[in-house]
């Protein structure tokens, strides 16, 4: 039988390499997730859990989408990972890009790729 494991000591696993010896990097977290320094302390203290959207806002922060940071955790703790196919972090950042080489001298060449994408990204919403 698979070991349970709760899902705060999952995303404690993950966060601990990331905030040892980072000077800063708590108050940071803490501020992303609207959390006082104070709590983001007891959080990874183990004093206080964490809730699913300051998780997901401190997983966002560090660059990883939350199931692949969960995966963090789960390797750190030696239990299996769950498969994901995360789209890209920051994907509304891509298109607000997207549309600024749109609108430049090159714009042309790339609306084919953009419309392949766009329909691409369509697909596999729906």
Do not use: C
Request: net charge positive; proline share 6%.
């Amino acid at each position: 039988m698979e070991k349970f494991v709760r899902i705060n000591a999952i995303f404690l696993a993950a966060l601990k390499p990331f905030t040892n010896n980072q000077w800063g990097l708590q108050t940071q977290l803490a501020k992303v997730a609207r959390l006082t320094p104070q709590k983001m302390n007891n959080i990874l203290a183990g004093s206080r859990r964490s809730d699913e959207d300051e998780r997901r806002a401190i997983a966002s922060e560090l660059g990883y989408e939350y199931e692949q940071f969960l995966n963090l955790g789960r390797r750190a703790l030696g239990l299996p990972e769950v498969k994901t196919q995360a789209p890209p972090p920051r994907l509304s950042e891509f298109f607000r890009k997207a549309v600024q080489v749109l609108e430049g001298p090159d714009g042309e060449h790339l609306k084919a790729v953009a419309e392949a994408f766009s329909e691409r990204i369509k697909e596999s919403a729906g």
